[in-house]
């Protein structure tokens, strides 16, 4: 999602304020509606960043979210950092979307993805 901010949004600004040499109408409708799909086969994160993430609370004193019993929720800096991220992108008019991809049809990903690790 920083990627996105540092590349695509500087671009999109260039393009919604006409000055580009490849500004045409339809390219400004398509900028104007720019959406993030963040696809994962993670269940756990889809589920937390659009079903539970909106029922907790921030602690700004210890920098990290609570459940609706007040206990903190694992993994709160990453969540905390992805729902930063999220509202950044939201400001200058980029919508993210979570979505699920069930494993059995993310192999390809997964191998990509390994393939990047390993350098």
């Not at 007040?70 to 979570?98: A, C, H, M, P, Y």
Request: net charge positive; charged share 25%; hydrophobic share 35%.
């Amino acid at each position: 999602m920083r990627q996105v901010r540092s590349a695509v949004v500087p671009e999109r600004r260039i393009l919604l304020k006409g000055s580009s040499p490849r500004t045409t109408p339809n390219t400004l409708r398509d900028a104007r509606r720019f959406r993030l799909v963040l696809a994962t086969d993670s269940s756990y994160l889809v589920d937390y960043m659009c079903e539970y993430m909106p029922q907790w609370t921030f602690d700004n004193l210890n920098r990290v979210y609570c459940n609706r019993r007040g206990e903190v929720i694992k993994n709160s800096e990453g969540f905390r950092i992805l729902n930063e991220e999220t509202e950044l992108l939201s400001v200058v008019g980029v919508q993210v979307q979570w979505y699920h991809v069930p494993r059995d049809f993310n192999g390809e990903a997964d191998a990509l993805a390994n393939a990047a690790l390993r350098g």
